[in-house]
């Protein structure tokens, strides 16, 4: 028998072989893809590379950025946009295997940057001077602008509320509440015949001598641009002259001057972080929901399962991997492939002890699934690695409260909202 036969014959048998290895590979990869996909671009350093977005940028996925002066430690949890859209769950076909969890990954650290002179002094600052004046001429106005301009009133923050402050020629009702921004909140407080100040709502036989107007400009949305600032200018405006007042507005220039560096700040330390527990099979959706509400977690009309605090605000999520909703109808009659842990950093006080009781949570239901703590590459997640991460959300932490915004207060539920 020839060698050419003999090598046509070995290619014959060892072929079929080939074929299965290339199809099982293929089909390996495919499904780590789709499930890359759902968890984030596991690619990238989640909290080393500065141009991938914070959850404030609107991405599912939205890694934090890394320090000004060093690099943060590197370390690779995911972090996730609390707020998505409930879409209906999409199991993964069950034909599909699921891999096997690789063995733990130890991140690779680097050591925590010495402290810094921060890049901008947030001393307390006086209230920017108001100075764009709309006043009409001869007649006299019931409050004097300027002495309403000093007015220190407990609903705004001169640090990122851009006020303005009408003043009216007579008392008036207000008789609907005004549109001022599509984008941004904002507020409107009342002065009163008795001089006493009150959130303005269209009450009858409420009259009011004139109006603050806040709008924050800053929130997850970003900070207001100068066009937002110049059009709110307008509308408020168009609404002095309605209500036949005079107005004056803060000065954009100086607002943006004290806005602009607490905005980088709050975009640096809004976090959200993402625990993946996940099933090499799948977990039934009555087991799930059994599992979770014997932790304490009540299912949300918006398709998240929530632990609240002892004054009903909510401290932990849970969501689907794929983030679709959670409804009653079916997590009674589909299976699932795991879940997602979320832990809203700016939303939550007291960060360390909080996240230790969120580690013990994670590991508790990983127990009585049998589900696996993974990162977004799959990859087993060490107890070293949950270490650093509680270090990063205690450093971030203590930023804000540097700046006078403690974490799960009022004041950061407005920011980081």
């Given at each position: 028998?020839?060698?050419?036969?003999?090598?046509?014959?070995?290619?014959?048998?060892?072929?079929?072989?080939?074929?299965?290895?290339?199809?099982?590979?293929?089909?390996?990869?495919?499904?780590?893809?789709?499930?890359?996909?759902?968890?984030?671009?596991?690619?990238?350093?989640a909290?080393?590379?500065?141009?991938?977005?914070?959850?404030?940028?609107?991405?599912?996925?939205?890694?934090?950025?890394?320090?000004?002066?060093?690099?943060?430690?590197?370390?690779?949890?995911s972090?996730?946009?609390?707020?998505?859209?409930?879409?209906?769950?999409?199991?993964?076909?069950?034909?599909?295997?699921?891999?096997?969890?690789?063995?733990?990954?130890?991140?690779?650290?680097?050591?925590?940057?010495?402290?810094?002179?921060?890049?901008?002094?947030?001393?307390?600052?006086?209230?920017?001077?108001?100075?764009?004046?709309?006043?009409?001429?001869?007649?006299?106005?019931?409050?004097?602008?300027?002495?309403?301009?000093?007015?220190?009133?407990?609903?705004?923050?001169?640090?990122?509320?851009?006020?303005?402050?009408?003043?009216?020629?007579?008392?008036?009702?207000?008789?609907?509440?005004?549109?001022?921004?599509?984008?941004?909140?904002?507020?409107?407080?009342?002065?009163?015949?008795?001089?006493?100040?009150?959130?303005?709502?269209?009450?009858?036989?409420?009259?009011?001598q004139?109006?603050?107007?806040?709008?924050?400009?800053?929130?997850?949305?970003?900070?207001?641009?100068?066009?937002?600032?110049?059009?709110?200018?307008?509308?408020?405006?168009?609404?002095?002259?309605?209500?036949?007042?005079?107005?004056?507005?803060?000065?954009?220039?100086?607002?943006?001057?004290?806005?602009?560096?607490?905005?980088?700040?709050?975009?640096?330390?809004?976090?959200?972080?993402?625990?993946?527990?996940?099933?090499?099979?799948?977990?039934?959706?009555?087991?799930?929901?059994?599992?979770?509400?014997?932790?304490?977690f009540?299912?949300?009309?918006?398709?998240m399962?929530?632990?609240?605090?002892?004054?009903?605000?909510?401290?932990?999520?849970?969501?689907?991997?794929?983030?679709?909703?959670?409804?009653?109808?079916?997590?009674?009659?589909?299976?699932?492939?795991?879940?997602?842990?979320?832990?809203?950093?700016?939303?939550?006080?007291?960060?360390?002890?909080?996240?230790?009781?969120?580690?013990?949570?994670?590991v508790?239901?990983?127990?009585m699934?049998?589900?696996?703590?993974?990162?977004?590459?799959?990859?087993?997640l060490?107890?070293?690695?949950?270490?650093?991460?509680?270090?990063?959300?205690?450093?971030?932490?203590?930023?804000?409260?540097?700046?006078?915004?403690?974490?799960?207060?009022?004041?950061?539920?407005?920011?980081?909202?």
């Open positions: 028998m020839s060698t050419n036969t003999l090598l046509i014959i070995a290619l014959l048998v060892f072929a079929p072989v080939f074929g299965v290895l290339l199809y099982n590979t293929y089909q390996e990869k495919k499904y780590r893809d789709s499930i890359r996909a759902q968890f984030g671009h596991a690619d990238k350093d909290l080393l590379e500065s141009r991938t977005h914070s959850v404030r940028d609107g991405q599912q996925q939205a890694p934090a950025p890394a320090d000004e002066a060093e690099p943060a430690p590197r370390l690779q949890p972090f996730v946009q609390p707020d998505r859209p409930a879409e209906a769950a999409d199991e993964p076909p069950a034909a599909e295997p699921a891999p096997q969890p690789a063995q733990p990954a130890e991140p690779v650290l680097q050591a925590e940057p010495a402290a810094e002179a921060p890049a901008f002094n947030f001393q307390p600052v006086p209230t920017p001077a108001p100075s764009q004046t709309q006043e009409p001429a001869k007649r006299k106005l019931l409050l004097d602008l300027q002495d309403l301009a000093k007015q220190q009133l407990p609903w705004f923050d001169s640090r990122f509320d851009y006020l303005c402050y009408i003043s009216l020629k007579e008392p008036q009702e207000l008789h609907a509440m005004p549109r001022l921004s599509s984008r941004h909140r904002f507020r409107i407080a009342g002065c009163t015949m008795d001089d006493r100040f009150q959130i303005a709502e269209p009450i009858p036989s409420v009259y009011y004139g109006f603050v107007i806040g709008l924050q400009a800053i929130s997850r949305n970003g900070l207001a641009s100068i066009a937002e600032l110049e059009q709110f200018g307008e509308q408020a405006n168009a609404f002095a002259e309605k209500m036949d007042g005079g107005l004056l507005l803060t000065d954009i220039d100086t607002f943006l001057s004290i806005a602009r560096p607490l905005d980088e700040l709050c975009a640096r330390v809004d976090q959200t972080i993402a625990i993946h527990l996940v099933s090499r099979n799948n977990v039934s959706g009555v087991e799930l929901r059994n599992a979770v509400e014997r932790q304490g009540e299912l949300s009309h918006d398709g399962f929530y632990l609240n605090d002892a004054k009903g605000e909510p401290l932990f999520a849970i969501s689907t991997l794929d983030n679709s909703a959670f409804t009653a109808t079916l997590l009674s009659s589909q299976n699932y492939r795991g879940i997602s842990m979320l832990f809203d950093a700016p939303h939550i006080p007291d960060g360390e002890k909080n996240f230790n009781r969120f580690m013990d949570i994670a508790k239901l990983s127990s699934l049998g589900l696996d703590l993974v990162n977004d590459k799959l990859e087993e060490s107890t070293q690695w949950l270490k650093e991460i509680r270090s990063y959300v205690v450093a971030r932490q203590g930023e804000m409260k540097q700046v006078g915004i403690e974490p799960g207060s009022e004041l950061a539920k407005r920011l980081f909202s």
